[in-house]
């Protein structure tokens, strides 16, 4: 979606990045599943990519479930740079 917000979620195993994944999709959610920034974490994580409209559902399904998660960050873009901010 052109102009919407980004965040991506970052978690402490690639499990639980699926496990969101899979959860988010039957909502109907629309979200992908990438390689986790190279500028937040070290190690070959992965990481969901959502939109700001799903903010709330992504926040519940980890409090419900209780996901150990490294962070959430808004992509934000400036002067064609990405910076990840942690929310």
Known sequence: MKNEVEYIAIF?????????????KERKCRVS????????VKSCKKAVKFYERDLYDVQQIIKTN??????????????????????
């Open 12 to 24: 402490s195993s690639n499990n639980y990045t699926s496990f969101l994944f899979k959860k988010l």
């Open 33 to 40: 599943y990438i390689s986790a920034p190279r500028s937040i």
């Open 66 to 87: 209780n996901l150990k998660i490294k962070g959430i960050y808004k992509i934000v873009i400036k002067n064609r740079k990405v910076n990840y901010v942690l929310i």
